[in-house]
């Protein structure tokens, strides 16, 4: 953990990118949590994100933040991009309908799915993240 509380990995797949948050998520990760996110969007093509929450142990509207900004850019893009969440609290969900943005994004029950789903759907295109981009914070 890092001294707000949130660690973030991220791990580069052939077919899509997965951000994985623990702790706490609030307005001093959300930051962090969005450049993260900035800095890995060119690695898979669309892109595709897939955040895994799971693990976070208290988050408050910066992971509403996060998303939506993640959102927004791939509409502003205008790309085939995805959004998906992995094993999203009945909070999580709650709130996404509720802000009329459960719709923009898939919904999965774990990485393995996605990452065979994403296997047998189109072949990989690979990009070289940067150096030391998949260190743990």
Do not use: K
């Not at 052939?14 to 609030?26: E, N, S, Y």
């Not at 093509?45 to 791939?74: N, T």
């Not at 094993?87 to 999965?108: A, F, Q």
Request: with cysteine; hydrophobic share 40%; charged share 25%.
């Amino acid at each position: 953990m890092t001294s707000d509380g949130l660690r973030i990995d991220t791990t580069r797949h052939p077919h899509c990118t997965v951000l994985r948050a623990r702790g706490r998520l609030d307005h001093a990760g959300r930051v962090r949590f969005s450049a993260d996110v900035n800095a890995v969007w060119d690695w898979s093509d669309g892109p595709v994100l897939v955040f895994d929450l799971a693990e976070l142990d208290f988050y408050d509207s910066s992971v509403i933040g996060v998303l939506a900004m993640a959102m927004q850019r791939m509409e502003e893009e205008h790309g085939d991009g995805r959004i998906i969440l992995v094993r999203p609290s009945g909070h999580l969900l709650s709130v996404l309908r509720l802000t009329d943005l459960l719709s923009h994004v898939e919904l999965r029950d774990s990485v393995a799915e996605i990452l065979v789903e994403l296997a047998t759907a189109r072949p990989p295109t690979v990009r070289t993240p940067p150096a030391g981009a998949t260190t743990p914070r």
